[in-house]
C-alpha cells in the first residue's frame, strides 16, 4: 500500500500493492496500522455505505461538522467516477482549494477525504458503484453542504453541464462564500 500525498493538507491517495500471476491478483485494500503510521490520521472507519449511479449523476458537496465531522476513505467499485474533495477547514493553509482524481476498479485507487472537507463526486461512466469508508457515525443535524457548481471554487467536474444529474437536495444547497466554516 502506497500513500501519496495530494495538493491538500491530509488528503491521500491510496494506491494498492497489487500481486500478479496467471491465476489473477491479490492486493490489500486498506491496512489501518500502515496508514496511521504513514499519514497521522485517523484510520479506524465504524461506518459502511455503497451507493449505484447512473451516467451524469452528481453528489454533493457534502459534509459532516462539530463532534459527528467524518473522515471518508473512498473508492469505485464499478464504472468509473470523478471524486473531489474541498478542505474546508478555516485554519488550514490549503483552505477553499479543491482535488480531484477519477477512480475505477482497473487503477483500484481509494481517496482519503480528512475531517472538514466537502466530498462528493460525479458519475463518468454507464452507471457506478461507489464505496464510502467513514470514520463517524452519519447525524442528519451534522450536515454541512456547498453547492456543486460553486463559482469561487470552479470544480471542473469533468462531465457535459446538460447531463448533471442532482437530487432536489443538492440543488438549492448554500454557495461557499455565503458560509462560516
Known sequence: MKIKE???????????????????????????KKFEELTGMNG?????????????VLRGLH???????QAKLVSCLEGKVFDVAVDL??????????????????NKLQLYVPRGFGHGFSVLSETAVF????????NKDSEGSVI????????????PLDVVILSEKDKVLP??????F
Open 175 to 180: 454557495k461557499f462564500a455565503e458560509q462560516n
Open 44 to 56: 479506524h472507519f465504524v461506518q459502511d455505505n455503497i451507493s449505484k449511479s447512473s451516467y451524469g
Open 63 to 69: 459534509l459532516q461538522k462539530g463532534e459527528h465531522a
Open 131 to 138: 464505496a464510502y469508508k467513514c470514520d463517524n457515525f452519519y
Open 6 to 32: 495530494t495538493p491538500l493538507k491530509d488528503c491521500y491517495i491510496i494506491e494498492p500493492t497489487i500481486f500478479e500471476d496467471e491465476r489473477g491478483y491479490f492486493f490489500e485494500k486498506f491496512n489501518e
Open 89 to 106: 477547514r478555516k485554519d488550514s493553509p490549503t483552505f477553499g482549494k479543491w482535488f480531484g482524481v477519477e477512480l475505477t476498479p482497473e
Open 148 to 159: 456543486w457548481n460553486d463559482p469561487d471554487l470552479n470544480i471542473d467536474w469533468k462531465l
